[in-house]
């Protein structure tokens, strides 16, 4: 392994490494298609798109998505926990990396950074969404929120990471598309925060970078490392 003042490098999952934006409408047509003598009534761009609102970024959870979804429209074929439960076990099958993911976290790896992802959500469903992209392997360590009783922004949760990794914070970026779970979260426990743009939430105040695809992160890392040299 390569000497380097960045030793850890740490990622948010959904948004971030997990195309969600492009996975959830593959899903929603797949589920209209499979309770169509339920759903079919409904337009399949009106299904999906009254589903993206409601879910407000994935940080709605689902059954209260299905149950509003199923009000609004007046379904009673088929029940929200249905639904959810269908969400729960195939949503997985839909998903995918963003481009350039694989080649970035293989990169990261071959210069001896060592690699976490912090996510929220449910235990099982998001280490099924990782699972089914193929980016397990490249991680030392994975903390859910759900598995660990902290979520995101909390400070103790990036704290568990750099324990785990064995680094100090200051040796590590974490990179996510939310400005405060993310960026500030990390920033605030004195790790350098790097903002994968979303065009869904505001520019943070004060970031270490910001990339808008995953392998731009590869510069960002020689050039903050370049500032640091600079300062000693």
């Avoid at 492009?22 to 761009?45: C, K, T």
């Avoid at 009000?71 to 969400?87: G, N, P, R």
Wanted: aromatic fraction near 10%.
């Amino acid at each position: 392994m390569r000497k380097t003042m960045l030793k850890a490098c740490v990622f948010d999952l959904d948004g971030t490494l997990l195309d969600r934006d492009g996975s959830l409408p593959r899903f929603l047509e797949r589920q209209h298609e499979r309770y169509a003598d339920a759903l079919g009534f409904i337009p399949l761009e009106v299904y999906q798109q009254r589903f993206i609102e409601l879910d407000q970024r994935g940080y709605v959870w689902k059954d209260v998505v299905y149950q509003q979804l199923l009000e609004q429209f007046q379904v009673e074929k088929i029940d929200a926990d249905t639904l959810l439960h269908d969400y729960v076990e195939h949503f997985h099958l839909d998903c995918r990396a963003f481009p350039g993911v694989h080649e970035t976290l293989q990169q990261l790896q071959d210069k001896g950074i060592l690699l976490g992802m912090i996510t929220n959500g449910r235990t099982q469903f998001q280490r099924k969404n990782f699972q089914a992209i193929g980016i397990e392997k490249y991680f030392q360590v994975i903390l859910i929120s759900e598995q660990e009783g902290i979520a995101k922004p909390a400070a103790e949760i990036f704290e568990k990471a750099l324990r785990l990794l064995n680094v100090k914070a200051h040796e590590t970026i974490f990179v996510g598309d939310h400005p405060a779970n993310d960026v500030q979260a990390a920033r605030v426990v004195g790790m350098k925060g790097i903002w994968k743009r979303d065009n869904y939430w505001p520019e943070p105040a004060e970031t270490d970078g910001i990339i808008v695809q995953i392998p731009e992160l590869l510069a960002h890392i020689d050039n903050i490392e370049k500032r640091i040299r600079l300062s000693d």
